[in-house]
């Protein structure tokens, strides 16, 4: 089992950035291929990045693409989510997750998670 903390949350004008860091922990934790999802109020979780082991594959949600960037760091075990040009729509509570595969945006495909990080984007 993978234990997630995510961080870098907060409340971000439309147009502005943030960061998001998880940080894992537990047995092997860089083995594990790292996901964000977000979901917002009244709505179903959503796929929104995933990165492999080694970090040289990612895949993004429609969402994400040309805005957000995923990668990770094994040495600190922590997967991070840089968000720019973020728009009020982005305003959601970002989950990490761990799990086998990095090609997938199925939730079911990941088994471990974080206990997320409210973002808020003001317009």
């Known amino acids: 089992q993978v234990q997630l903390v995510e961080s870098g949350g907060g409340l971000v004008q439309a147009g502005g950035s943030l960061r998001l860091s998880c940080a894992a922990s537990?047995?092997?934790?860089?083995?594990?291929?790292m996901g964000w999802f977000r979901q917002a109020p009244g709505r179903e979780r959503e796929f929104v990045a995933a990165i492999s082991w080694s970090g040289g594959s990612s895949y993004f949600g429609d969402s994400a693409k040309g805005r957000f960037t995923i990668s990770r760091d094994n040495a600190k075990n922590t997967v991070y989510l840089q968000m720019n040009s973020l728009k009020a729509e982005d305003t959601a509570v970002y989950y990490c997750?761990?799990?086998?595969?990095?090609?997938?945006?199925?939730?079911?495909?990941?088994?471990?998670w974080g206990q997320g990080t409210q973002v808020t984007v003001s317009s």
């Open positions: 537990g047995r092997t934790s860089s083995s594990y291929a």
């Open positions: 997750a761990a799990g086998m595969r990095w090609d997938t945006h199925h939730a079911a495909d990941f088994g471990s």
